[in-house]
């Protein structure tokens, strides 16, 4: 589309350039800004946003990533990974080499900062970016025991460090604008907005950050939590903005181009959609002959005409169909070629795919230069520029690909994807990616090396965390190989169906990791049926692996235990250590839950003993952190002290944060129940900088409220008051619910500690009001509780029973033993307060006949310390002392400090009424 400058927008863009204005003089107050336009396709969006960069560039510098204008669907993290291509000057069709020496090359040069290496560390991003961008490095791509999060973690932090090392390029004096620019949300894959929401989270190492973004729908619905976030609706022109672009079309096409009544017509009828316009103009304006293309002009200007119709009938998409009618079929096969090949389109692939679909590569160049001459090409594409061959827009895509018959498009993508697997292994181009994807979308011609290409593609997704790609890639190489096994002379059966049963496997693992639990356990079962049918060993001990984390995840100890139970069996039949090391690790862990601390012991140590296979740096680690707190809950401190010490070592070397975290904390508890507070603290503070160093936002936030309740038990609210605001503003940017309660609940906690007795009641009600929304019930009707609890203190003896009576039918619903026994108790001593003792003796009787059933010893002490008041008011001092001995005595084995405390002020007043008396 030609520039025709930006019309009838000047209202939108001093709205948006005001704002970044009020951002950046505002400083390091305000860290990020995201600002976010929507509105229909083509009205406009990408061409403001061109705009407003323009006019920033003219007083601030800045440093753009933005996405490419063409599809990329196909890879993980595709709209990064295109912003990365984009940013390093790399093309996804490039060779190997060529990649390698632009990333290297650019890596290096910001490795010369000599930036500390938790900053920035090339080795760490080669890898990372070697996945994203095709190029294959001999390193590993994550270190250090397996959990969920880490290969997307991996991904977030080595894009946040590349920025970082930008930005420390340019030096403080002069901040350069640091903008994210992602065009077209609504198409953008999932795991490239969860980085955007992760870069503003992470906002103070990019200070200043600015991320531009438009989309055809609102989504100020799904980040709204964000306060950085600013949405603007973009409306369509007015008829003068649109006589505007009129003008200037005519003026760049030449005079005469449409009649002035027509002009009229096309102004009147179109809706304000500057896009729409352009592509009716086009459209009205071609010569031609052919009587369909005439009747399909007549019937659009009818649709003109009929204003009042015309919003229905007319539309953008069909427009550009329209346009794309009267294309001769040379031109549109090779717009169809370079719509399939999408950000791998070159000339050299290109022509290589036109002449795999006998449409010849003659006279290629000459076609190209007509098809950007009629606009249906950027004027980048062909020869020139950076040698890629793009659509005029984006939407363009969209079109040509539904316009294609169903069996034509799969002919092109399996052709493509065989384009694509001779170069990869003529030229070692990795293009594992995209030829995944096409496989998944064409028919089952049967390939040799198709199911190979489909696993190693799915399992590199899974690394990253992409789990419905690796879930695509998966179920077609399951697809491709049963049609194999069905095939007369096909493979081995035993050595194909062993391959069936493993990819059954991985399949469930990423349904599992997509959260389709019960698709995962359907996949897995049936995996496992057939390899316990087919005597196929390591099939049959990954699947019971998987269908025990299930189990556990279930909360179904016993099943998860048959299914470990069945794979260490299984793995007993087999020569590979790894298989049984991690059975045993796995059923450990479940001994752990179940506090059957020898079996653990006994589990964990048969495994370091005897694991020998891949990974075993990593089970070791794992192991020692089993170990350690086998002998933590079992009073060895010493030896604990010794094997965590041995885990923080190895996670270190294994560059496992997450692990080293585990062991620091472990070792700051061990030394806090030992009384060494200075010690503890030490090792408290270390963990929470490893945590924010790898950018894991809630980890960090628990960690923080941690940190801040070990103050609290010290009695230094002030300090803890401190750390419970910074887990709570950390819990407001990853719009975690539940936290936020948390550390509400943990402010008003500390809040009536220093007898600041409004505000604490002030951050109850709120964390109640984050309970309800989270639909946490149990919270729920623990803080409905604690709140009673306040207001009975206060002697708001109303109040309190409201809240009570509230809380307790939601307890016992839910089975919360513990706030239902306290209901009933302060609800007796509720009663006996406003004068009615039977009641209140009822009520008592009550919630101790429930404690004694559930093991609830504190409030076993509380219904007999609230028998003494009783006795108090009945003025029998005497009976009231044999009551808070008794409490005394239920109570001092809990090593609840405040409860005995309580207690005791009871026994004084018991001793100080019985003087009185006297």
Same mark, same amino acid.
């Given at each position: 589309?030609?520039?025709?400058?930006?019309?009838?927008?000047?209202?939108?863009?001093?709205?948006?350039?005001?704002?970044?204005?009020?951002?950046?003089?505002?400083?390091?107050?305000?860290?990020?800004?995201?600002?976010?336009?929507?509105?229909?396709?083509?009205?406009?969006?990408?061409?403001?946003?061109?705009?407003?960069?323009?006019?920033?560039?003219?007083?601030?510098?800045?440093?753009?990533?933005?996405?490419?204008?063409?599809?990329?669907?196909?890879?993980?993290?595709?709209?990064?990974?295109?912003?990365?291509?984009?940013?390093?000057?790399?093309?996804?069709?490039?060779?190997?080499?060529?990649?390698? &020496?632009?990333?290297?090359?650019?890596?290096?040069?910001?490795?010369?900062?000599?930036?500390?290496?938790?900053?920035?560390?090339?080795?760490?991003?080669?890898?990372?970016?070697?996945?994203?961008?095709?190029?294959?490095?001999?390193?590993?791509?994550?270190?250090?025991?397996?959990?969920?999060?880490?290969?997307?973690?991996?991904?977030?932090?080595?894009?946040?460090?590349?920025?970082?090392?930008?930005?420390?390029?340019?030096?403080?004096?002069?901040?350069?604008?640091?903008?994210?620019?992602?065009?077209?949300?609504?198409?953008?894959?999932?795991?490239?907005?969860?980085?955007?929401?992760?870069?503003?989270?992470?906002?103070?190492?990019?200070?200043?950050?600015?991320?531009?973004?438009?989309?055809?729908?609102?989504?100020?619905?799904?980040?709204?939590?964000?306060?950085?976030?600013?949405?603007?609706?973009?409306?369509?022109?007015?008829?003068?903005?649109?006589?505007?672009?009129?003008?200037?079309?005519?003026?760049?096409?030449?005079?005469?181009?449409?009649?002035?009544?027509?002009?009229?017509?096309?102004?009147?009828?179109?809706?304000?959609?500057?896009?729409?316009?352009?592509?009716?103009?086009?459209?009205?304006?071609?010569?031609?002959?052919?009587?369909?293309?005439?009747?399909?002009?007549?019937?659009?200007?009818?649709?003109?005409?009929?204003?009042?119709?015309?919003?229905?009938?007319?539309?953008?998409?069909?427009?550009?169909?329209?346009?794309?009618?009267?294309?001769?079929?040379?031109?549109?096969?090779?717009?169809?070629?370079?719509?399939?090949?999408?950000?791998?389109?070159?000339?050299?692939?290109?022509?290589?795919?036109?002449?795999?679909?006998?449409?010849?590569?003659?006279?290629?160049?000459?076609?190209?230069?007509?098809?950007?001459?009629?606009?249906?090409?950027?004027?980048?594409?062909?020869?020139?520029?950076?040698?890629?061959?793009?659509?005029?827009?984006?939407?363009?895509?969209?079109?040509?690909? &539904?316009?294609?018959?169903?069996?034509?498009?799969?002919?092109?993508?399996?052709?493509?994807?065989?384009?694509?697997?001779?170069?990869?292994?003529?030229?070692?181009?990795?293009?594992?990616?995209?030829?995944?994807?096409?496989?998944?979308?064409?028919?089952?011609?049967?390939?040799?090396?198709?199911?190979?290409?489909?696993?190693?593609?799915?399992?590199?997704?899974?690394?990253?965390?992409?789990?419905?790609?690796?879930?695509?890639?998966?179920?077609?190489?399951?697809?491709?190989?049963?049609?194999?096994?069905?095939?007369?002379?096909?493979?081995?059966?035993?050595?194909?169906?062993?391959?069936?049963?493993?990819?059954?496997?991985?399949?469930?693992?990423?349904?599992?990791?997509?959260?389709?639990?019960?698709?995962?356990?359907?996949?897995?079962?049936?995996?496992?049926?057939?390899?316990?049918?087919?005597?196929?060993?390591?099939?049959?001990?990954?699947?019971?692996?998987?269908?025990?984390?299930?189990?556990?995840?279930?909360?179904?100890?016993?099943?998860?235990?048959?299914?470990?139970? &069945?794979?260490?069996?299984?793995?007993?039949?087999?020569?590979?250590?790894?298989?049984?090391?991690?059975?045993?690790?796995?059923?450990?862990?479940?001994?752990?839950?179940?506090?059957?601390?020898?079996?653990?012991?006994?589990?964990?140590?048969?495994?370091?003993?005897?694991?020998?296979?891949?990974?075993?740096?990593?089970?070791?680690?794992?192991?020692?952190?089993?170990?350690?707190?086998?002998?933590?809950?079992?009073?060895?401190?010493?030896?604990?002290?010794?094997?965590?010490?041995?885990?923080?070592?190895?996670?270190?070397?294994?560059?496992?944060?997450?692990?080293?975290?585990?062991?620091?904390?472990?070792?700051?508890?061990?030394?806090?129940?030992?009384?060494?507070?200075?010690?503890?603290?030490?090792?408290?503070?270390?963990?929470?900088?490893?945590?924010?160093?790898?950018?894991?936002?809630?980890?960090?936030?628990?960690?923080?409220?941690?940190?801040?309740?070990?103050?609290?038990?010290?009695?230094?609210?002030?300090?803890?008051?401190?750390?419970?605001?910074?887990?709570?503003?950390?819990?407001?940017?990853?719009?975690?619910?539940?936290?936020?309660?948390?550390?509400?609940?943990?402010?008003?906690?500390?809040?009536?500690?220093?007898?600041?007795?409004?505000?604490?009641?002030?951050?109850?009600?709120?964390?109640?009001?984050?309970?309800?929304?989270?639909?946490?019930?149990?919270?729920?009707?623990?803080?409905?509780?604690?709140?009673?609890?306040?207001?009975?203190?206060?002697?708001?003896?109303?109040?309190?029973?409201?809240?009570?009576?509230?809380?307790?039918?939601?307890?016992?619903?839910?089975?919360?033993?513990?706030?239902?026994?306290?209901?009933?108790?302060?609800?007796?001593?509720?009663?006996?307060?406003?004068?009615?003792?039977?009641?209140?003796?009822?009520?008592?009787?009550?919630?101790?006949?429930?404690?004694?059933?559930?093991?609830?010893?504190?409030?076993?002490?509380?219904?007999?310390?609230?028998?003494?008041?009783?006795?108090?008011?009945?003025?029998?001092?005497?009976?009231?002392?044999?009551?808070?001995?008794?409490?005394?005595?239920?109570?001092?084995?809990?090593?609840?400090?405040?409860?005995?405390?309580?207690?005791?002020?009871?026994?004084?007043?018991?001793?100080?009424?019985?003087?009185?008396?006297?």
């Amino acid at each position: 589309m030609r520039d025709l400058g930006l019309i009838g927008r000047d209202k939108e863009l001093k709205a948006l350039t005001d704002r970044i204005g009020e951002f950046l003089d505002a400083g390091r107050k305000r860290q990020a800004l995201w600002l976010h336009v929507f509105g229909e396709d083509g009205i406009g969006k990408t061409r403001l946003i061109e705009e407003l960069l323009f006019s920033i560039r003219s007083t601030q510098g800045l440093h753009c990533l933005k996405v490419r204008d063409f599809p990329v669907s196909q890879l993980p993290y595709g709209a990064v990974s295109s912003a990365l291509c984009n940013e390093l000057g790399i093309q996804f069709w490039e060779s190997e080499y060529s990649k390698k &020496e632009k990333l290297e090359s650019r890596l290096a040069a910001l490795g010369a900062l000599k930036l500390p290496a938790s900053i920035f560390d090339p080795k760490t991003l080669l890898p990372v970016f070697g996945q994203l961008l095709g190029i294959n490095y001999p390193l590993e791509f994550a270190t250090g025991i397996p959990r969920r999060g880490k290969g997307k973690l991996l991904v977030f932090n080595a894009v946040l460090r590349y920025l970082q090392a930008l930005r420390a390029g340019v030096g403080e004096s002069h901040p350069e604008l640091t903008v994210i620019w992602f065009d077209d949300l609504d198409r953008t894959d999932r795991l490239s907005l969860e980085l955007l929401v992760h870069l503003v989270q992470k906002k103070e190492s990019l200070w200043p950050l600015l991320i531009l973004s438009s989309s055809v729908s609102s989504f100020s619905g799904r980040l709204d939590y964000l306060e950085e976030f600013h949405e603007f609706s973009l409306g369509r022109l007015s008829r003068l903005s649109q006589k505007k672009i009129m003008a200037n079309l005519e003026l760049v096409s030449g005079a005469g181009a449409l009649p002035s009544q027509l002009q009229k017509t096309l102004i009147e009828g179109t809706p304000g959609n500057p896009r729409l316009l352009l592509e009716i103009y086009h459209l009205l304006s071609e010569k031609t002959g052919d009587p369909g293309v005439r009747e399909r002009k007549k019937s659009i200007l009818a649709a003109l005409e009929s204003k009042s119709r015309a919003l229905e009938l007319i539309d953008l998409l069909r427009v550009m169909r329209e346009r794309l009618r009267p294309l001769d079929p040379r031109r549109r096969s090779v717009l169809q070629a370079v719509a399939v090949l999408g950000p791998y389109c070159c000339l050299e692939l290109l022509s290589g795919l036109l002449a795999r679909t006998g449409s010849g590569a003659e006279n290629l160049l000459e076609t190209l230069e007509s098809l950007v001459a009629d606009e249906y090409l950027q004027s980048a594409g062909g020869s020139s520029g950076d040698g890629s061959i793009r659509l005029s827009c984006g939407l363009a895509y969209e079109v040509l690909l &539904e316009g294609l018959p169903g069996d034509r498009l799969t002919t092109l993508r399996q052709q493509c994807a065989e384009l694509f697997h001779s170069l990869s292994e003529e030229d070692g181009r990795d293009l594992d990616f995209a030829s995944a994807g096409l496989l998944a979308e064409s028919y089952f011609l049967k390939l040799d090396w198709a199911v190979g290409l489909l696993e190693s593609s799915g399992d590199r997704l899974m690394l990253l965390e992409d789990y419905p790609g690796a879930l695509r890639a998966y179920d077609e190489a399951i697809a491709r190989l049963s049609l194999e096994l069905a095939e007369p002379g096909g493979e081995p059966l035993t050595e194909s169906l062993g391959r069936l049963i493993l990819l059954q496997v991985k399949s469930g693992k990423a349904r599992l990791g997509a959260g389709l639990s019960k698709e995962a356990f359907g996949v897995l079962g049936s995996a496992l049926q057939l390899a316990r049918g087919g005597a196929i060993t390591p099939a049959r001990v990954e699947a019971c692996l998987e269908l025990g984390e299930i189990m556990l995840l279930r909360g179904d100890w016993s099943g998860a235990e048959r299914f470990f139970e &069945e794979g260490r069996e299984a793995a007993q039949q087999s020569t590979a250590s790894e298989l049984m090391a991690r059975c045993l690790i796995a059923e450990a862990t479940l001994k752990l839950k179940r506090e059957d601390y020898p079996a653990a012991r006994r589990l964990f140590e048969e495994a370091l003993e005897g694991d020998s296979g891949a990974g075993a740096a990593d089970r070791k680690l794992e192991i020692l952190l089993g170990l350690g707190l086998v002998s933590q809950q079992t009073g060895q401190y010493k030896l604990a002290l010794e094997q965590y010490g041995q885990a923080l070592s190895l996670a270190r070397e294994r560059q496992d944060d997450s692990a080293a975290v585990t062991s620091l904390s472990n070792l700051g508890r061990i030394k806090f129940e030992q009384e060494q507070v200075e010690e503890a603290l030490e090792l408290f503070h270390q963990a929470l900088e490893s945590l924010r160093g790898s950018g894991d936002l809630q980890q960090t936030g628990n960690w923080l409220g941690y940190i801040g309740t070990v103050y609290f038990a010290m009695a230094e609210y002030e300090t803890a008051i401190d750390y419970y605001r910074q887990a709570l503003s950390l819990a407001r940017r990853t719009g975690s619910l539940r936290n936020q309660g948390i550390w509400l609940a943990n402010l008003g906690n500390a809040h009536y500690e220093i007898k600041e007795i409004a505000k604490a009641l002030e951050f109850y009600l709120r964390a109640l009001e984050f309970a309800r929304e989270d639909q946490d019930y149990s919270y729920v009707s623990t803080l409905l509780s604690t709140i009673g609890v306040y207001y009975y203190n206060l002697r708001q003896y109303d109040m309190a029973q409201r809240y009570f009576n509230e809380s307790l039918p939601l307890a016992r619903e839910i089975g919360n033993y513990p706030i239902v026994a306290q209901n009933i108790l302060y609800r007796g001593e509720i009663a006996g307060c406003l004068g009615d003792e039977p009641a209140a003796a009822l009520a008592l009787n009550e919630g101790e006949a429930l404690s004694a059933e559930y093991g609830l010893d504190e409030h076993r002490a509380v219904a007999e310390l609230f028998r003494a008041h009783a006795s108090l008011r009945q003025n029998q001092p005497d009976q009231a002392r044999g009551h808070c001995r008794k409490a005394l005595e239920i109570a001092a084995p809990t090593g609840n400090r405040k409860l005995s405390a309580e207690i005791e002020r009871a026994l004084s007043a018991c001793k100080g009424r019985k003087k009185g008396r006297k």
